[in-house]
């Protein structure tokens, strides 16, 4: 009865989307009692049929834990790192920038999903590492019972497809940026229960694609530890390398000619030890201004009132990091937005605003616009044979040049880091060939990621197919 009505509805109003159903089954799976249309979508409807014509069990039947943890205390002298969703990514877990504290340990092979947040709601990784990490709360973690017939990493795969993220887009809740889904939504999940030995395949390619990015990992430390060897710095501790010794006083004392009258600031935060001595480093080399060396350009801030659901991705800062650009949830018009520049293969972003001092160096071609908070830096045609683009983006990702970008950069709420201060940032230039070398280990180490990447798609679509042929 219900579906008749349904298509008769449909019929006579082709131009709304129409579901009719019984009061009892809309109450199914739906422990907030919603009757919202979103909670109702034709899509997701046609999704969750096809996952009951398979052979499916509700996660609640599956999962010993489903849980946030408390939230942990941030110590700087612990050696636990405390993931936030920031650091949680489909394709890695960016543990390395993670700060440190004290919370509960997460158990190996735990599924870890982001519920809050527009922009990292639905992010979901397992626990592979090879050391104890925690977390914040607003990360979901999950582990599966192991009396089901169900691996943790098809769990986590069948999560990131679209049969995974309709659940995640039906069941949360919020607006204004203050999403969130909760661990009993994740109970009514429907997930595929598929024979053992289809799990096995998935899990096999999400394990060598964690290899790859571990590989990966290593051989851009290899580039890292070679450029901080050869400038003279402890590549285990660079900082230490320069900073003063421990009990000796932090102290500068310069004339008005050489602090307030050629700086413009007379902050004593500005004259730390630290900035002077990596200067002495650099200039220990031969060096450059960044300025002298690139060719900069801004993009654009078109403002929320141009973002649309389609059209040219946009990226902001939080889809960027020193490893690559994440999909965006924003697009700008095709049309109005088509002459603006997009970064070409080799160009480096670099980022001003926000998070600064991230740079990365574009692979090919962007079919993509940046904010105004990402600079699009280009080397000059006279300087090609002097400085390669990956040696200089992992320059503007080191120490050499964080310190810079701390000394220059302002804003009390939001970091601010203003182009004409960036011009100024040194840059060392080591002999070509040591350039060469640390250009190929970065080649090879981002070569890796994109077949880490590729695998992870692999399983992705090979789930996708599966459900989709029953």
């Known amino acids: 009865m219900a579906l008749q009505l349904n298509q008769e509805l449909q019929n006579k109003y082709p131009h709304l989307e129409i579901s009719v159903l019984k ?18 979508k034709k899509e997701y409807l046609n999704f969750k049929n096809l996952l009951i014509n398979i052979q499916s069990e509700y996660l609640k039947n599956i999962a010993k834990f489903n849980k946030r943890y408390p939230q942990p205390t941030y110590d700087e002298n612990s050696n636990i790192k405390v993931i936030n969703s920031q650091y949680i990514r489909n394709e890695f877990i960016d543990y390395e920038n993670a700060k440190t504290g004290y919370g509960k340990i997460v158990p190996r092979e735990a599924v870890l999903v982001n519920s809050t947040g527009v922009g990292t709601l639905g992010r979901v990784n397992i626990n592979l590492l090879n050391f104890d990490f925690s977390l914040d709360n607003h990360i ?13 990493c098809f769990l986590m795969i069948f999560l990131q497809t679209k049969f995974g993220q309709f659940q995640i887009e039906k069941y949360h809740s919020g607006s204004s940026g203050q999403i969130e889904i909760y661990p009993k939504d994740f109970d009514n999940f429907l997930i595929p229960l598929f024979p053992l030995e289809f799990q096995q395949q998935i899990e096999q390619m999400v394990r060598e694609s964690h290899a790859c990015l571990e590989q990966s990992k290593d051989l851009y430390r290899e580039a890292e530890v070679l450029l901080y060897r050869e400038l003279g710095l402890d590549p285990e501790n660079p900082l230490a390398s320069i900073e003063p010794h421990s009990g000796s006083l932090n102290i500068s004392v310069r004339p008005l000619s050489q602090s307030l009258n050629a700086t413009g600031r ?24 960044l300025s002298d060396l ?30 690559g650009i994440s999909d965006t949830d924003i697009f700008l018009d095709f049309a109005e937005f088509s002459q603006t520049i ?85 840059i060392p230039i080591l002999d070509i060939s040591i350039q060469e070398k640390i250009e190929n280990l970065i080649k090879q180490s981002f070569t890796l990621r994109q077949k880490e990447s590729e695998l992870l798609q692999t399983a992705k679509q090979s789930v996708e197919t599966a459900i989709e042929k029953g």
């Open 266 to 289: 007379l902050d004593s935060e500005y004259y730390q030890q630290k900035y002077d001595e990596i200067e002495r480093v650099i200039k220990s080399q031969k060096f450059a201004k």
């Open 23 to 40: 009061y009892s089954d809309a109450m199914k799976d739906n422990d907030s009692k919603r009757i919202d249309s979103e909670f109702f």
């Open 140 to 152: 979901n973690v999950i582990v599966v019972d192991k009396r089901i017939d169900i691996l943790p």
């Open 294 to 323: 690139v060719n900069m350009q801004k993009s654009i801030e078109p403002g929320s009132e141009a973002y649309q659901e389609n059209g040219i991705p946009f990226i902001r800062v939080s889809n960027f990091n020193k490893f």
């Open 342 to 426: 997009k970064p070409k293969k080799e160009t480096i972003l670099l980022s001003k605003d926000g998070s600064i001092g991230i740079a990365y160096c574009v692979k090919d071609d962007g079919n993509f616009i940046t904010s105004s908070a990402l600079l699009h830096l280009n080397i000059k045609r006279e300087k090609q044979r002097e400085i390669l683009p990956e040696y200089l983006t992992l320059i503007l990702n080191s120490i050499l040049v964080k310190l810079q970008a701390e000394r220059d950069s302002g804003g009390s709420i939001i970091a601010h880091w203003r182009i004409s201060e960036i011009e100024q940032i040194l």
